[in-house]
């Protein structure tokens, strides 16, 4: 690992995301031989000894990728500050220090990765690799065209407008509609805004996958390996 940057070494220990390794860094919560460091670009010479909130971290050697159907009131992260479940509750007999790969919200379902591969979150939650998420939403009421439109177009969410997304009725009832909605970025909460933003607000939202990946028939609160078909179509 000699000349290697400092976040990459973190999110390569199986820690964190490569840009959640710029958070810890930037909030002092690193150490490189017993020395507070906050650049997260520095790079490492070989045998150094580098502590994060004092616990010394070196990278895996296995590389472990799941995919989770994670349930609606599970906090997507490794720890939770107000003692919520977390993600890492449903993952039992994994050695290795797994983490979420981006997040999604408390009350979302669906598909969502874990790994130890720092490189591979990295690529998957960058916008600058367009990695379509792909979500099934109960939203009130039905979108007509114009809707549709609109987030062809772009919405203007907190302030900016969000990239190109895709909407379309799967089902429509009386007073509600099954959507399948797909996009490429992932800003807080950012399905929910867009569908409060067109007038329907999503009722229940489950993300059914991620770039060319689908959660299939998974059930909730289940687990599982990635297969070697799913790791080649991802480049691994």
């Known amino acids: 690992m000699d000349g290697v940057r400092l976040n990459k070494f973190i999110a390569e220990a199986g820690v964190a995301s490569r840009r959640k390794a710029d958070e810890l860094i930037l909030q002092g919560r690193v150490k490189v031989n017993g020395e507070t460091v906050s650049e997260p670009g520095v790079r490492l010479k070989a045998g150094v000894l580098v502590e994060v909130d004092g616990k010394a971290v070196a990278p895996e050697r296995k590389k472990v990728y799941i995919m989770l159907h994670k349930p609606a009131r599970?906090?997507?992260?490794?720890?939770?500050?107000?003692?919520?479940?977390?993600?890492?509750?449903?993952?039992?007999?994994?050695?290795?220090?797994?983490?979420?790969?981006?997040?999604?919200?408390?009350?979302?379902?669906?598909?969502?990765?874990?790994?130890?591969?720092?490189?591979?979150?990295?690529?998957?939650?960058?916008?600058?690799?367009?990695?379509?998420?792909?979500?099934?939403?109960?939203v009130a009421g039905v979108p007509d065209e114009k809707d549709m439109e609109a987030f062809k177009n772009g919405i203007v969410i907190d302030g900016l407008l969000t990239s190109p997304a895709r909407l379309k009725v799967v089902?429509?009832?009386?007073?509600?509609?099954?959507?399948?909605?797909?996009?490429?970025?992932?800003?807080?909460?950012?399905?929910?805004?867009?569908?409060?933003?067109?007038?329907?607000?999503?009722?229940?939202?489950?993300?059914?996958?991620?770039?060319?990946?689908?959660?299939?028939?998974?059930?909730?609160?289940?687990?599982?390996n990635l297969t070697r078909e799913e790791l080649r179509m991802l480049g691994l």
């Open 74 to 138: 599970y906090i997507s992260s490794v720890k939770d500050q107000f003692s919520r479940k977390t993600v890492l509750d449903l993952i039992k007999g994994v050695r290795e220090r797994v983490y979420p790969v981006g997040r999604l919200d408390y009350d979302t379902s669906g598909l969502l990765l874990l790994t130890n591969d720092g490189d591979f979150a990295y690529r998957m939650t960058h916008p600058k690799h367009e990695v379509d998420k792909v979500y099934l939403a109960v």
């Open 171 to 224: 089902r429509a009832e009386k007073d509600h509609s099954l959507v399948k909605i797909t996009l490429r970025e992932g800003r807080n909460r950012q399905v929910r805004k867009m569908c409060q933003a067109i007038g329907h607000p999503a009722i229940s939202l489950k993300r059914i996958g991620i770039g060319r990946l689908r959660l299939g028939n998974l059930k909730e609160g289940k687990w599982r």
